[in-house]
C-alpha cells in the first residue's frame, strides 16, 4: 500500500498485531526457501518466493513507517532481483547473508511488537546485502517510458527525477513529453538493480506507467538508429517448438528455459489466486479467546458428567458433548511443523559449525498438537537435534573410514498414535559407547555394576551434569541437555525412550498427549476416596493374592507379573487387593488401590496454581458428583514411592 493510501487509515495500531503475524509468516517462508536453495544449482520458482516475501513486507512496512525495515527489505530485494534475473550467480555467501538479514528484520519485527527491550542494529546487515549486490553486477543499460501520462508531472518533481536518476548513473538521449496523453523516455547506464531505478520513478508516476527494457551497454555501431528515435516494438516470439533459421542451438536451449520460467511463473500466479482464496475462508482468532472456550466446554463436560450420574444416562446430552468438545479441541491444534521448520536452519549451522555434513529429514509434518504442547515441546527437541549433529554424527572422515557416506543423516518424524503424539529424532551416526559412559559414571562415584542391561547404562544420560565430552564447547560438554528433555517432557505427562546400537545410530522417542486440558482416564478408589490415573499409563489390572507379594530388603515388596518382578507402590498406609500396573520412562511399577470405578474422560485442573504442588499428584478434577479428585503423577510414582499419606 502506498503512504498516500496509509493517511486513510487514521491510526494504524489496529492493524499492527495482523502486520505482526503476517511478517512472521512471511519469514518463515523466507528461512524454508533459502534452506533450500542449492548454490550450484538455485531454484528460480524458489528465488521468485523469496522475493515476493520480502517485497511483501518491505510494502507492509511502508504503509506502518517502519523505516528501518524498509531501509534493509529493499536491499534485500536488490540482490534478490539479481540473482532471479540470472544477472549474477548465487553464491553460499549469498544465503548466509540473506538469512542473518531475514534475522534482523525478525528481530526488529519483534521489537516493534514489544516482545524484545531493544532494537537490533541493522547497518551490518544492510551493508553486506548492499556489497553482494553490487559485487558482479556489471553496469546496464535501461530504456524507460513513463506514459502515457493522464496529466502532466509537475516541473519541480520532474527536475528531482531527473536529477536523482543523473545521481544514480550515465543519463542520457532523454525525450520529454510532459502533455497530458505524452511519454516521458530516456536511457539510464546503471551499475545498480531495475528495483533502485523503479523505487526513484514510483515517487513521480504510478507503477503501472513504467515500462523499463534494460541489456548490456553496447557500442552503437555506424548508421544505427538515432538515439532519440524510438526503438521498433517487438512482439514476443511464439514457441512451436521449431529451431529459427541459423539458431544455435546454445540459443534455442535458452529460448525454451525462458518459455519454461514464464509458464512456471503462470502457475505461480493460479496458486497464489487459490491461496488467496482459501484464505478468505478463515479468520484470525486471539489465543486467548480460544483457551476461554476450552475452559467453558471442559466446565460443560463436568457438568454433564454431574446430571448423569444425578439422573442416569443422557444418551443425547453426552454426545452433543463430545462432539462440542472435539470440535472446540480441535480450534486449539497447530501442526507440528510449525515446531520442525526451525531444524533444517539449525542443522545447516551446526553443521558448518562443526566440520559436518549433515542431511536432516522431515516426515509427518501435518501432524497435529495442542498449541500450548507445541509451545512446550520446542526447547526439548531443539536439544535432541543438537546432540544428534553434536554427539551422534561422526566427521565426515571418520564416516568414510568406517564405510559409511560422508553425510550422515538425522530423521526427524511425528504421528498420532491414540491419544500421543510420538516424536522421534533418529540418527545414523556412531550410536553411545557403553564403556565410556560407565568410565565416566565410575568418575563422577555413580553407582551402577559393570554387567548391568544396556537400558540402564543408557539411562546415565539422562542425569543431571552427565556427558561423555572431552572439553566444554559452545555447543554442548555441559552435561545440561538431556536431563533438561527428560524434565520438560515429564512436566507434558510424557515419556522419553532410547533405542542404539553402536556404529548403527541413536534413536531417541520421545511420546506427549495430544493435549493437556483433557484427558482420558481411569478413576480407582483408596480408602473411600476417588483417584485418577491417565489411561495412557494404565497397562492393565489384575486382582492380587497376599502369596502373590514377596517383600524385600528395606521396607518394600515386589508383585511377581509374569516373569517380570515390579515394584510394589501403597498410597501411604492403605492396603489395596488390586494391583494397576502403570508405565512411565520404560519402566513399571504396580500401584495397589481397593477398587477400579471406571474410565471417563476427565477436565485437567492445575492444582499447584489453585493450591501447592504436591509430590506424586499432577494436577486435579471435578467429578460428576462435585468433588475434587487428585490425578497422579505416574512418572513420579513408578521412580519413587510415595511418601505422603491419606488424611
Not at 8 to 21: M, R
Not at 301 to 314: C, D, K, S, Y
Request: hydrophobic residues 45%; contains cysteine; charged residues 25%.
Amino acid at each position: 500500500m502506498s503512504p498516500r493510501a496509509a493517511k486513510g487509515l487514521g491510526d494504524a495500531s489496529a492493524f499492527h498485531a495482523i502486520f505482526f503475524e503476517e511478517a512472521d509468516e512471511h519469514l518463515a517462508a523466507v528461512e524454508s526457501l533459502l534452506l533450500r536453495l542449492d548454490p550450484g544449482k538455485p531454484d528460480a520458482e524458489a528465488l521468485n518466493g523469496i522475493f515476493r516475501a520480502v517485497h511483501s513486507i518491505k510494502g507492509s512496512s511502508g504503509m506502518f513507517a517502519f523505516t528501518e525495515i524498509v531501509a534493509l527489505t529493499h536491499v534485500f530485494e536488490n540482490l534478490l532481483d539479481l540473482l532471479r534475473k540470472d544477472e549474477r550467480a548465487l553464491a553460499r555467501r549469498d544465503v548466509d547473508a540473506m538469512l542473518r538479514a531475514s534475522d534482523v528484520v525478525k528481530a526488529q519485527v519483534a521489537f516493534r511488537r514489544g516482545a524484545t527491550p531493544a532494537a537490533p542494529d541493522m547497518r551490518a546487515a544492510e551493508a553486506e546485502l548492499r556489497e553482494l549486490a553490487a559485487t558482479g553486477a556489471g553496469p546496464r543499460r535501461f530504456a524507460v517510458r513513463l506514459g502515457p501520462l493522464a496529466e502532466p508531472v509537475a516541473a519541480a518533481e520532474l527536475d528531482t527525477m531527473l536529477a536523482g536518476l543523473a545521481g544514480m548513473g550515465e543519463l542520457a538521449n532523454r525525450k520529454i513529453d510532459n502533455v497530458a496523453g505524452g511519454e516521458i523516455a530516456f536511457e539510464l547506464l546503471l551499475a545498480g538493480a531495475e528495483a533502485d531505478l523503479r523505487s526513484v520513478l514510483e515517487l513521480v508516476v504510478a507503477a503501472s506507467l513504467i515500462q523499463i527494457d534494460s541489456s548490456a551497454p553496447t557500442v552503437q555501431a555506424p548508421g544505427a538508429q538515432a538515439p532519440d528515435a524510438q526503438p521498433p516494438k517487438r512482439e514476443a516470439p511464439v514457441d512451436d517448438g521449431s529451431i529459427e533459421l541459423f539458431e544455435a542451438p546454445s540459443a534455442y536451449r535458452e529460448r525454451r528455459r525462458g518459455n519454461r520460467r514464464r509458464e512456471e511463473g503462470r502457475r505461480e500466479v493460479d496458486r497464489a489466486a487459490g491461496a488467496a482464496q482459501a484464505d478468505a475462508g478463515s479468520i484470525r482468532v486471539n489465543v486467548e479467546k480460544i483457551d476461554r472456550l476450552v475452559n467453558l466446554v471442559g466446565e460443560l463436560v463436568i457438568t454433564e458428567a454431574m446430571l448423569e450420574q444425578q439422573h442416569g444416562p443422557l444418551a443425547d446430552l453426552a454426545r452433543h458433548t463430545r462432539n462440542l468438545q472435539e470440535a472446540v479441541l480441535a480450534i486449539r491444534m497447530v501442526p507440528i511443523s510449525a515446531v520442525f521448520s526451525r531444524f533444517p536452519r539449525l542443522a545447516r549451522e551446526l553443521s558448518q559449525r562443526l566440520g559436518k555434513e549433515v542431511d536432516l529429514t522431515l516426515a509427518g509434518e501435518a501432524t497435529e498438537l495442542d498449541r500450548g504442547l507445541i509451545e512446550r515441546i520446542t526447547d526439548p527437541l531443539t536439544h535432541l537435534v543438537r546432540n544428534a549433529v553434536d554427539h551422534g554424527l561422526e566427521t565426515p572422515e571418520a564416516r568414510l573410514a568406517a564405510g559409511k557416506p560422508r553425510r550422515g543423516t538425522i530423521a526427524l518424524s511425528a504421528s498420532q498414535r491414540g491419544g500421543k503424539v510420538i516424536i522421534e529424532v533418529r540418527d545414523d551416526g556412531a550410536g553411545l559407547d557403553r564403556e565410556r559412559i560407565l568410565a565416566r559414571a565410575a568418575e563422577r562415584g555413580m553407582p551402577i555394576a559393570a554387567d548391568a542391561p544396556d537400558q540402564e547404562v543408557w539411562q546415565l544420560i539422562f542425569e543431571p551434569g552427565f556427558s561423555t565430552a572431552d572439553s566444554v564447547t559452545e555447543v554442548s560438554g555441559r552435561g545440561v541437555g538431556m536431563d533438561v528433555v527428560r524434565r520438560n517432557i515429564k512436566l507434558l505427562n510424557g515419556t522419553v525412550a532410547l533405542a542404539t546400537g553402536k556404529g548403527r545410530g541413536t534413536t531417541v522417542t520421545v511420546s506427549v498427549p495430544l493435549t493437556l486440558a483433557i484427558i482420558e482416564a481411569m478413576t480407582v478408589g483408596v480408602r473411600g476416596e476417588t483417584y485418577v490415573l491417565p489411561l495412557a499409563s494404565v497397562v492393565e489390572s489384575r486382582r492380587v493374592a497376599a502369596d502373590e507379594l514377596r517383600r524385600v530388603v528395606g521396607d518394600g515388596c515386589t508383585l511377581r507379573v509374569r516373569d517380570e518382578y515390579l515394584p510394589v507402590r501403597r498410597l501411604g498406609d492403605a492396603h489395596g487387593e488390586i494391583a494397576v500396573i502403570i508405565e512411565a520412562d520404560g519402566s513399571r511399577a504396580a500401584l495397589m488401590v481397593d477398587e477400579l470405578i471406571g474410565q471417563q474422560q476427565v477436565v485437567v485442573k492445575s492444582l499447584e496454581g489453585n493450591f501447592r504442588k504436591v509430590a506424586g499428584i499432577s494436577g486435579a478434577t471435578i467429578m460428576g458428583d462435585g468433588k475434587v479428585a487428585l490425578i497422579f503423577d505416574v512418572p513420579h510414582i513408578v521412580r519413587e514411592n510415595l511418601t505422603w499419606t491419606l488424611a
